[in-house]
Every structure is written in structure tokens, then in C-alpha cells.
């Protein structure tokens, strides 16, 4: 058995009796070893735990209201087969348009229709026109619906319909304008406009209970838009015709006006072709640019030939390698150089054949010089002529710029006038043209519409379609279900769960102890000491010696928020289990309303705690002997008619300061704590008190009262027990039995450990006590 540093973090809180009472807080999950989930799974990450958990937990409540869910998808079922049956049978027809975007405006070509601003605008104008109630209206007046009255009659089963019918008048025919509205109503409600999508297709549709009548009131759709277009073209070249006629007049009178503006100005200026003599300067201003450009180009490779020679030493260069006097030069003394080399091998420097050699090498050279110099003075005169073209070139130049915008100054106003002729020439022939085209074009039926594909006898019904309604009313269903049955979880405020429990009271669940199972007695089931009954109670006195720093507290309350929820019978087992233990245990009845214990120990109870507390009695009078070694009962004696007012007062204080120097535990039964003030009188002097829920019968709300009633009395609640309880029916799906030979299977796994292992899953909740 681990101690409260191993497995608890624990709280402690001063109590008058000098004990030390604590809360108990949840521990670090372990990581490794025994039946731990460290040791049996690897960690999963917070987010993945909390979805598998809301996944759980909608199977569990889709579990749990598995009728409600089963019952609203039949009953969705149901309603969409009747619905679909009562509906009449209707057939479709389709034809297929072909929308062609208008590419011209008023001055370009025969269409007299403005553009739209683009593509998508005018096909979404297209459509709007196609779906407006004048095209029905057309249709509905070519084909003479308003006098079929089979068309105009109800289509099928209504209760507005049906109503309506009662208080309509006798005839039930109405205006004739009625009737129309009537009909271009039904042509609208039953007419569907689908664009073809990344096309300029569109297909109309008419959905009717007589196929033939669907084919004809589809095609009579078509024709009403393609002549509500040609209405339309119409009417646009009417009104361009005395547009044009009126703008054509205003024109010839600008365009004479400007004529007549440019032939004055043109003799007063005396420009007869400005446009030659435009081209002449600019082409002598081009042409001197391309010289210049040639000059410069010539200017800068004698430049450079120049200055490469100009101070050059050696005649290596390429400028004196490519000259014939210089080579024939070289060339000599190159040989003389070669036959005095020779001679010097035999003769000495000043002999005579020697020194007039050297003379002829001496003359060589000096010719060579001058030629070298004569080829400097030559590139270098055919720079400085090059550079004097180049500027006299400029001058040119200069004087050609200054002629050519002279001309373009004095040219400026008469190329302005000349430029507003030619453009009220060419608006004035265009208007003539247009006016031609419209004129032409008013009688011809030219459209942008037409007919892909032609409406075909429809052959089937189109809706409705069994399968797609059976489809639909069984999702409808199933989302109906499944909300009616979340919905019904979330308002049912039921404790159900050790978890409900801890959230609704932030306290420790310190047992769970289980429901019987049917056709068994909890007595009988308790005397077993391997059932899951059995085990549950050991589990919950175990945790009770953890409740404080020094052991088990010396006095204990058992409470609930109402009775038969099991706060007896828990009060009798941990007596029972404390007593076998070898403790001493005082076992006290202190429902002094409603006293339940002397039939349970099958004792009797004629004097007790009343009798004790009145006065009348010592406290060795009242105690009896439980039949069980170690454990002592009081009874609850004689019913009083003051019982918060005995239970209030000192004795019982008394009795409890007294109890504690003889027996090592107190364990008081009280009263329900709802309506009375008994269970709040007997938690304030009370060292410890746990509070008892009994599984599936309690709301949150009255627990969560009488939590705050105690809480308000100054009672030290050290945690809550959940009776009870149904395994099969917990979303968690904890199970009891020896099929793992631990006890509990799942949810709590041995006997000393309970406690510890639901601290480790259960998240960390507010466990504070009171003084």
C-alpha cells in the first residue's frame, strides 16, 4: 500500500481535534510499470487524446439514445417515401441556345447594340433577360396556356391548397388577367436556366405532368427570347438611324468649316506641300548624322595609329612593318649585320673592309629613321584632317537643326488645322457608311441567338426520383437523430459518472461502488468477498485512509442530497470493514427523521441519539453492540419533533469529544442534506464528510446545492461516492469480474490502487476543502 508522498499531493487544513485533513489532488500518470497506461501504451499527444475522446463520447450517447436516433430516421423515412408518393409525376424537356457576344459597336458594322463592359457581364445579362418574367409572358401568350384550365389546376396534394380551396368563391375561374398570372407563375416556377459551364451554351428546361406540353412550353421559351432579341435589335436601329442622320448634317457643316480654315491658312503662310519640305530637310539632317558618324569613326582609328607611333623607339609596329621601303631597308641591314658577324671572326673592328661596313649598317639605320619619321608626320596629318572634317561636319549640321524646326515651327498650326480636316473627313465618310449599313440592316432579321439542340420528347419522369428522396430523407434523418439525441444528453443534467460527479462538485471520487447485478441482493453480493461489489467497498475504505495526514479522520459524516441513494448501507460497510481491520468503530444513526440503520444491523431502537441528546440518556445507556466484533451502534432512539435543535446543540459536540478518546472511528449517519438542516448541523462538528450520489437518479443541481449547503456550514467534504452504478450503461465502459484476476478490469484495477489509478486519468479539478 503506497503512501499519500508516493501516489497524492496532498493539501492540509486545520481541524479542532488537532487533525491534519487534506484534499486530495490528482498525481503525475505514471510512466511505467504495473497496469499503468505508461506501461501499456505509448503517450499520445493532448489534442489526439482529446479527439479520441469526443469520438468515444459520441458513440457513447449515440449508443445510449440509439431508439431516438432509430426513431427520428424512420420517422424522416416515412414522411419522405409519403411525400415522394403523393407527388406527381413530372416530365422534362431541354433545348440547348447558343449565346454569341455582340463584337460591334454603333460605328462599326450592321449591330447597332452597345457592348457590355465584359465577357462574364454580358453572358450574366444574357441569363437575367432569359429568366425574366416577360419571356414567360410571351411564351405563356403564344401558346394560349391562359386558356387550358388543365394546365392552370393545382399539380399536386396542398394543405395551403386545400385550405385556400374551401374559402375561394364558386366559379373559381377569375379575371382573365388572373389567369395569366396564374399561368406565367406555373411557366416560372417550373422552369430551370442552367449556363453550360466554360461555354456560351445555355440549356433551358421545362419540368411539366404531360410530356408533350413540356416540350412545347420549352420551345416556346427559346423562340419568346430570340424574338425579344430581334425586338430588341429593332428597335436599337431605329433609333441609330436618326442618331446618324442628325450627327451625319453636324459633321458636313465642321468639316466644311475646317477645310476652309486650312486653305487660309496656307496661303497666308505660304505653305504649299509641307510634307515635302519637311522631307527633304530631315533626310539632309539624316544624312549629315550618318557622315558625321563616319567622320568620327575615321577620326578616332587615326587618332589611335597616330598616337601609337608617336613616341615609339622600335619599327616593329604594324604601321612600319606594312611599309615596302622600310622592309627592303631592314632587310639590307639585316644581311650587312650578317656578313660583318662573319668578317669578325677574322678581322679586327678597325680594319678598313670592316669599318666600311659598319658605315653601310650607320647609313641604313639613319634612312630607316627618316623613314619612320616621314610615317609619324603622315598619320599624324591624317588625324588633324579627319578631326577638321569632323567639326566643319558639326557646323552642318548645327545649321541643317536650326533650318528643320524653323520649318516644324511655322508648320505646327497648319498640321493642326490639316489634322482636325482629315478627322472630321473620316468621321462624316464613316457616318455616311454606317448610316448605309443600318439602313440596310434595319430589315434583315440578324441575331446572336441560337437553337444547338431542339427539345425532345421527354420519354421518363424526371422527378420525383424515389431513390434521391429515400437518399436525402435518410441523411435529413440521421442528422436529425443524432442532433435530437445530443440535444437530449446535453439538457439530461443526470450524475451518471464518476466524472459527471467530480465536474459538477470539484471533489475527489473516492469509490464507485457498483450496481447489483439483477436477480442478486447487494447484501448478499457484499458477503462475497471476491465480488466487484466487494472490491468497490474495499477500494473506497482504502482511499478513506488517505483522507488525512495522520491516517483515517476520527470522525466521519455520510451524506446525501436525497434519501436512497445508499448513504446507509456505505455507512454500515465502512464500519464493518474499519471494525475488521481491528479498529474500534462507533457506528451512529443520526437521521433522527427517517432512521434506517437499526433495520439494517437488525437492532432495536427504542433508546438512541434522541434520548442521548436530550438528556435523558448517558452515552453507555444508548450504545449497543452491533453483533460484529469491534463495533459499537447507536440508534437513532425515539423520533423528536426538534430534531436540528438536539443535533445543534452542545451534547452532540460533546458526544463526538468524548467518542474520539475511546473509539478510533466515528461514523455518522445523517439525514438527506435537501430541505433540512440536519446534514449541515452534523457536518460543521464533523471532522470529515463524504458525500454519497447515487448513479443515474440525482441532478447536478441538487448536488451542487447541497455541496454548497455543506460547504456553508464550514463541513470538510473530503470527496464523494458514486453508488450505484451501472457499468454497462458508462460511456467509459468500466467492467467488474476476475476475468483479468485483478478485480476490475478496466476502470479501477485492484483492490489498494483505485483510488491512485483514477487520480492518474482524471484531469485536474478543484479539490479545495473548508475549516
Not at 102 to 109: F, H, P, Q, R, T
Not at 647 to 658: K, P
Request: hydrophobic share 40%; glycine share 8%.
Amino acid at each position: 500500500m503506497s503512501g499519500p508522498s508516493e501516489s497524492q499531493g496532498l493539501n492540509a487544513d486545520s481541524r479542532p481535534n488537532g487533525q491534519q485533513l487534506v484534499s486530495v489532488t490528482p498525481s503525475a500518470p505514471p510512466t511505467s510499470g504495473g497496469y499503468g497506461y505508461g506501461g501499456m501504451y505509448p503517450a499520445l499527444h493532448p489534442e489526439t487524446t482529446r479527439f479520441v475522446a469526443k469520438l468515444f463520447e459520441f458513440w457513447w450517447i449515440l449508443k445510449k439514445r440509439k431508439w431516438v436516433v432509430l426513431s427520428v430516421l424512420l420517422a424522416f423515412l416515412a414522411i419522405g417515401a409519403l411525400l415522394t408518393l403523393m407527388t406527381t409525376p413530372l416530365y422534362m424537356a431541354t433545348v440547348r441556345l447558343q449565346i454569341d457576344r455582340n463584337v460591334a459597336k454603333v460605328v462599326e458594322g450592321g449591330n447597332v447594340t452597345p457592348l457590355e463592359g465584359s465577357d462574364f457581364e454580358f453572358m450574366k445579362t444574357q441569363y437575367e433577360l432569359l429568366m425574366g418574367r416577360t419571356i414567360g409572358e410571351r411564351a405563356v401568350s403564344a401558346l394560349k396556356l391562359v386558356d387550358d384550365p388543365d394546365f392552370i389546376k393545382a399539380r399536386g396534394f396542398s394543405v395551403l391548397g386545400a385550405i385556400r380551396g374551401l374559402f375561394a368563391s364558386g366559379d373559381g375561374e377569375g379575371t382573365r388577367g388572373d389567369r395569366e398570372n396564374a399561368a406565367t407563375s406555373i411557366v416560372m416556377d417550373n422552369r430551370t436556366v442552367r449556363p453550360v459551364a466554360g461555354s456560351r451554351l445555355v440549356d433551358i428546361s421545362y419540368a411539366d405532368p404531360v410530356p408533350p406540353r413540356a416540350q412545347k412550353i420549352v420551345t416556346a421559351l427559346a423562340d419568346a427570347f430570340i424574338k425579344s432579341n430581334l425586338d430588341k435589335r429593332f428597335q436599337a436601329n431605329s433609333y441609330a438611324k436618326t442618331f446618324l442622320e442628325d450627327q451625319a448634317a453636324q459633321l458636313k457643316l465642321r468639316l466644311e468649316e475646317s477645310e476652309k480654315a486650312l486653305l487660309e491658312f496656307g496661303q497666308k503662310e505660304q505653305i504649299v506641300s509641307v510634307t515635302e519640305k519637311s522631307n527633304i530637310a530631315e533626310s539632309n539632317l539624316a544624312s549629315a548624322n550618318v557622315t558625321l558618324g563616319t567622320l568620327a569613326a575615321e577620326r578616332i582609328k587615326n587618332y589611335e595609329q597616330w598616337k601609337q607611333v608617336e613616341d615609339a623607339k622600335a619599327i616593329n609596329l604594324p604601321q612600319f612593318l606594312s611599309n615596302g621601303v622600310i622592309d627592303g631597308l631592314r632587310t639590307k641591314r639585316n644581311s650587312l649585320q650578317t656578313e660583318y658577324q662573319e668578317k669578325l671572326e677574322t678581322f679586327k673592328p678597325g680594319y678598313p673592309a670592316m669599318v666600311q661596313i659598319g658605315n653601310k649598317i650607320a647609313e641604313i639605320d639613319r634612312q630607316l629613321a627618316s623613314e619612320v619619321n616621314t610615317i609619324k608626320r603622315a598619320l599624324k596629318a591624317a588625324y588633324e584632317s579627319s578631326l577638321s572634317q569632323e567639326t566643319e561636319m558639326k557646323k552642318r549640321i548645327d545649321i541643317l537643326k536650326a533650318e528643320v524646326l524653323d520649318l516644324q515651327k511655322r508648320s505646327i498650326e497648319y498640321n493642326i488645322l490639316k489634322r482636325e480636316v482629315d478627322t472630321n473627313r473620316a468621321l462624316y465618310d464613316g457616318l455616311l457608311q454606317r448610316y448605309k449599313e443600318v439602313d440596310i440592316a434595319g430589315g434583315v432579321g440578324a441575331n446572336n441567338l441560337f437553337v444547338v439542340e431542339k427539345a425532345a420528347l421527354p420519354r421518363s419522369p424526371s422527378s420525383p426520383k424515389i431513390t434521391r428522396a429515400l437518399m436525402i430523407s435518410l441523411a435529413l434523418g440521421a442528422v436529425a437523430g443524432l442532433g435530437a439525441a445530443y440535444l437530449l444528453e446535453r439538457l439530461d443534467d443526470t450524475v451518471r459518472t464518476s466524472e459527471d460527479l467530480e465536474r459538477v462538485t470539484g471533489l475527489t471520487t473516492l469509490g464507485i461502488i457498483p450496481k447489483s447485478e439483477r436477480g442478486k441482493a447487494f447484501e448478499a453480493e457484499l458477503a462475497d468477498p471476491r465480488s466487484h461489489i466487494s472490491e468497490a467497498c474495499r477500494s473506497l475504505c482504502t482511499a478513506l485512509q488517505f483522507a488525512t495526514e495522520s491516517g483515517l479522520p476520527k470522525t466521519l459524516l455520510i451524506s446525501s442530497s436525497a434519501p436512497g441513494e445508499g448513504k446507509s448501507t456505505i455507512a454500515i460497510v465502512i464500519a464493518k470493514h474499519f471494525a475488521t481491520m481491528g479498529l474500534k468503530v462507533l457506528l451512529v444513526d443520526g437521521d433522527l427523521r427517517k432512521p434506517s440503520l437499526h433495520v439494517k444491523l437488525g437492532l432495536r431502537n427504542g433508546t438512541g441519539l434522541s434520548n442521548l441528546l436530550t438528556g435523558a440518556l448517558s452515552p453507555p445507556e444508548v450504545i449497543q453492540d452491533a453483533g460484529f466484533r469491534n463495533l459499537a451502534f447507536i440508534a437513532s432512539g425515539p423520533l423528536p419533533p426538534n430534531a436540528a435543535e438536539l443535533l445543534g446543540g452542545a451534547r452532540m459536540h460533546s458526544l463526538l469529544s468524548v467518542g474520539v478518546e475511546i473509539f478510533d472511528l466515528i461514523i455518522i449517519d445523517s439525514p438527506p442534506v435537501m430541505g433540512l438542516a440536519d446534514a449541515p448541523l452534523l457536518s460543521s462538528v464533523a471532522a470529515a464528510t463524504i458525500f454519497v450520489a447515487s448513479a443515474g437518479e440525482v441532478r447536478s443541481g441538487l448536488i451542487r446545492n447541497a455541496i454548497k449547503r455543506l460547504q456553508f456550514a464550514r463541513a470538510c467534504v473530503i470527496g464523494t461516492v458514486i453508488t450505484k452504478f451501472d457499468a454497462k450503461r458508462d460511456r467509459y465502459g468500466y467492467e467488474y469480474g476476475y476475468g483479468s484476476g485483478y478485480g476490475y478490469q478496466h476502470g479501477l484495477e485492484s483492490t489498494d490502487n483505485s483510488v491512485e489509478n483514477r487520480q492518474m486519468r482524471l484531469p485536474e479539478r478543484k479539490r479545495a476543502t473548508r475549516a
